[in-house]
């Protein structure tokens, strides 16, 4: 009776069923001890863990080269540096291409017997393949055990796509077939990498033959597939064939995405057709997929091609209204032809708005723009968009610099153009020959400014 009056009133209490076998269990079994009641309280979230003062340093230090010499200074203060710490100096050390460096980190990781997470060789993987590495990529990915690391299909996947996008296609292969050896059971992804691979190199027997293979191991094309087949299709205008994969693609029982009918939009713009494109979209729809914004990103770059940007600012509105809210890439389509076109003051104003929406501008939107104002020959505006592109951490190209440069020492504004400079200095960047014999032939002209700008830079060399 006296139990099953408790009974009614834990239940009562407790309506959580795991928390009322928890409350039994402490209530009559004597043995277990009852935990401390100073944990988080049910539903608040843990506490996350403060970074190590060596990792707030490290992510203030901009300068890579002293990276290093930090990590060495902790080390000698009695810092225990632990995988984290590791981590964040490959990666630091990888961005700036430093890999002597990063090597002797990976030597450091080796020796003390720190357990890594796979993720930090993937990356390294794309790190060197970008630097044309790629033999060292491999032999990463063969190191990797000593690490009390396992390789899993994501760095098997990650480093095949390192060695297609290199055009190691023999290497690639040798990986490929090697794959069940080292106990990998391939999946879609690996087919879906060689097959991008050889359609990149034009090669679309190789392709098949791929995809051939991939149906003898039984192993189910994706949308990703297909996608690669039609959008290799649709580039070289063979757009009745794009339409059979496609159709082929249906009967498979695979459901197009927004994508697969962008790559049919772009094959109809290629050709002319841009109306069919908008209506390809709009029948979207009834075949139950809504379009994206890569939908109309399709409209809106092919119709700043023909220069009709006000009719490619109208299918903004139309996302707006149809509650899509632009990206980067949306916005960057616009602001790239309103450059082209000289109206560079009207792209400024898309930047300002997206910036206002939430949309971070990403290196090729300034660099656009630093580019438009200076072929507009509004030399403070490129000054003022160079600014705003250190504050985001990105940097133009050495070619705008040079314009920019040239046009503020002819403004007269040869504070502006220091400014340039120490900046350039800062990322070891030089100006070329073409640049240089314009300052001079300035300097020889009567410029004020370039003359006296070339002998301080003179006196200073």
Request: with cysteine; glycine share 8%; hydrophobic share 35%.
């Amino acid at each position: 009776m006296i139990l099953s009056r408790f009974k009614s009133i834990a239940t009562r209490h407790y309506t959580n069923p795991t928390t009322y076998r928890k409350y039994k269990t402490l209530r009559f079994d004597k043995s277990v001890k009852k935990p401390r009641t100073t944990q988080n309280p049910r539903g608040s979230a843990p506490k996350k863990r403060k970074p190590s003062p060596f990792m707030i340093n490290l992510k203030e230090t901009e300068d890579p080269e002293k990276a290093l010499p930090l990590f060495h200074q902790y080390h000698e203060m009695g810092f225990k540096h632990d995988y984290a710490s590791y981590s964040a100096l490959i990666y630091k050390l990888a961005r700036s291409r430093d890999f002597e460096a990063v090597e002797t980190v990976l030597g450091y990781v080796e020796d003390n017997n720190v357990r890594c997470n796979e993720t930090l060789f993937m990356a390294l993987f794309q790190h060197y393949g970008k630097a044309q590495m790629v033999d060292k990529a491999v032999e990463l990915f063969h190191r990797m055990t000593s690490f009390n690391c396992e390789r899993t299909h994501q760095c098997f996947n990650t480093l095949l796509n390192v060695l297609v996008d290199n055009g190691r296609f023999s290497d690639a292969d040798e990986l490929f077939g090697g794959s069940r050896k080292m106990g990998f059971r391939l999946n879609s992804v690996p087919f879906n990498i060689m097959i991008k691979g050889w359609l990149e190199r034009g090669e679309w027997d190789k392709a098949c033959e791929v995809f051939d293979e991939m149906l003898e191991r039984k192993v189910q094309p994706t949308v990703v597939t297909y996608n690669s087949l039609i959008g290799y299709l649709c580039r070289r205008g063979e757009l009745k064939r794009a339409e059979e994969v496609f159709e082929d693609m249906i009967e498979k029982g695979k459901k197009p995405n927004a994508s697969t009918y962008a790559l049919l939009m772009e094959g109809l713009c290629g050709k002319g057709k841009h109306n069919d494109a908008k209506k390809l979209m709009f029948d979207m729809e009834y075949r139950g997929c809504n379009p994206g914004l890569v939908n109309f990103g399709v409209l809106m770059s092919d119709l700043g091609k023909r220069g009709q940007i006000e009719e490619a600012k109208a299918l903004l509105l139309d996302m707006k209204k149809r509650r899509l809210k632009p990206d980067v890439v949306t916005y960057n389509i616009l602001i790239n032809y309103l450059c082209k076109e000289g109206r560079v003051t009207e792209a400024y104003k898309f930047l300002i708005e997206m910036q206002i929406g939430g949309c971070v501008a990403n290196a090729a939107t300034y660099r656009m723009l630093a580019d438009g104002f200076c072929q507009v020959g509004d030399f403070e505006g490129g000054l003022r968009i160079l600014n705003a592109m250190l504050a985001s951490r990105h940097f133009p190209r050495i070619q705008t610099l040079s314009c920019l440069f040239i046009g503020l020492v002819k403004s007269g504004n040869i504070e502006g153009a220091c400014f340039v400079l120490e900046e350039m200095e800062k990322r070891k960047m030089i100006f070329d020959l073409d640049c240089w014999e314009e300052l001079v032939r300035d300097s020889c002209g009567g410029s004020s400014g370039a003359s006296e700008l070339l002998t301080g830079l003179i006196s200073v060399m």
